[in-house]
């Protein structure tokens, strides 16, 4: 499937979350089964939209389209894991935490853990700002590459592949610890 053409827009690397919207919501009226389309190609269209949502799935999809299967191993780069350290360590913290929250059997109990949980919300929003800038760095070839799908873009593409996976991956994290201290 080309998911490009599913949603019906030209195969860009460089795209916003509402013009990604705005295609999934068109194709999604035009291919829904109660509207007379075929519930494969109504399917198809949602799938295009999470792959086009995720940059590391829009990524490899537009390298698998110009014949070029992303190689999943290799390394990731220094200031990528950098960040995982403090990803983690956060995550950790939140999970501890969440324990303590569900153990405390009165409001005092709570109301003590409240300023703690406060303060680790303030640190996952900074991880979650951290990630997200590291994600949107990853993200700024983008527009140099789409024109040129030669075999140094390619291979630098592979290992922005592999970053933006990592760095997508902590940001789900991040956002599933912020959750659980709501």
Do not use: C
């Given at each position: 499937?080309?998911?490009?053409?599913?949603?019906?827009?030209?195969?860009?690397?460089?795209?916003?979350?509402?013009?990604?919207?705005?295609?999934?919501?068109?194709?999604?009226?035009?291919?829904?089964?109660?509207?007379?389309?075929?519930?494969?190609d109504?399917?198809?269209?949602?799938?295009?939209?999470?792959?086009?949502?995720?940059?590391?799935?829009?990524?490899?999809?537009?390298?698998?389209?110009?014949?070029?299967?992303p190689?999943?191993?290799?390394?990731?780069a220094?200031?990528v894991m950098?960040?995982?350290?403090?990803?983690?360590?956060?995550?950790?913290?939140?999970?501890?935490?969440?324990?303590?929250?569900?153990?405390?059997?009165?409001?005092?109990?709570?109301?003590v853990?409240?300023?703690?949980?406060?303060?680790?919300?303030?640190?996952?929003?900074?991880?979650?700002?951290?990630?997200?800038?590291?994600?949107?760095?990853?993200c700024?070839?983008?527009?140099q590459?789409?024109?040129?799908?030669?075999?140094?873009?390619?291979?630098?593409?592979d290992?922005?592949?592999?970053?933006?996976?990592?760095?997508?991956?902590?940001?789900?994290?991040?956002?599933?610890?912020?959750?659980?201290?709501?």
């Open positions: 499937m080309n998911a490009f053409d599913a949603l019906g827009i030209p195969p860009t690397l460089v795209l916003t979350d509402s013009e990604i919207e705005a295609a999934w919501r068109e194709a999604g009226k035009k291919h829904h089964p109660d509207a007379g389309g075929a519930e494969a109504f399917r198809a269209a949602g799938e295009a939209r999470n792959i086009l949502a995720s940059p590391s799935s829009r990524l490899a999809h537009w390298l698998e389209l110009h014949g070029h299967a190689d999943p191993r290799g390394a990731v220094g200031e950098d960040l995982f350290s403090a990803v983690g360590d956060v995550v950790r913290r939140a999970a501890g935490l969440a324990r303590r929250r569900e153990a405390a059997t009165t409001a005092l109990g709570l109301a853990l409240e300023s703690e949980t406060l303060h680790l919300r303030a640190d996952i929003e900074s991880a979650i700002r951290r990630v997200d800038a590291a994600i949107t760095a990853r700024r070839p983008f527009s590459w789409q024109d040129d799908p030669s075999q140094a873009v390619r291979d630098q593409a290992a922005t592949v592999r970053n933006l996976r990592f760095l997508e991956k902590w940001r789900r994290d991040l956002m599933a610890a912020y959750a659980s201290l709501a």
